[in-house]
């Protein structure tokens, strides 16, 4: 394999952020979360990277709110592999 042509080795990251995140079953459970016809599942937030088009949301995705406050949909077996709640005494 030439130098060209290598195959760069991918670097591991952590986040380190906490997060809010509510778990979206119904409309009212997050006020981001919006009906559209934009969506099979007739549910979309719009997201920082997209403010004109939904993001799709199903029921049982978490809407989680970033650290500038931007809201994003993440499946719920996703969420529960990459986040574990925190517990404040």
Same mark, same amino acid.
């Given at each position: ?39 099979? !599942? #007739? ?11 939904? *993001?799709?949301? %199903?029921?049982?995705?978490? +809407?989680? !709110? #970033? ?11 996703? *969420?529960?592999? %990459?986040?574990?709640?925190? +517990?404040?005494?």
């Amino acid at each position: 394999m030439s130098e060209q042509t290598q195959a760069v080795k991918p670097r591991r990251f952590r986040k380190t952020a906490v997060i809010e995140a509510v778990q979206f079953n119904k409309l009212g459970d997050h006020p981001a979360v919006v009906e559209t016809g934009e969506s099979p !599942t #007739g549910f979309g937030i719009n997201t920082l990277e997209n403010t004109k088009l939904k *993001f799709e949301v %199903t029921p049982g995705d978490w +809407i989680i !709110t #970033g650290a500038a406050g931007e809201h994003y949909a993440c499946k719920d077996d996703i *969420f529960r592999r %990459t986040y574990e709640e925190v +517990i404040e005494v």
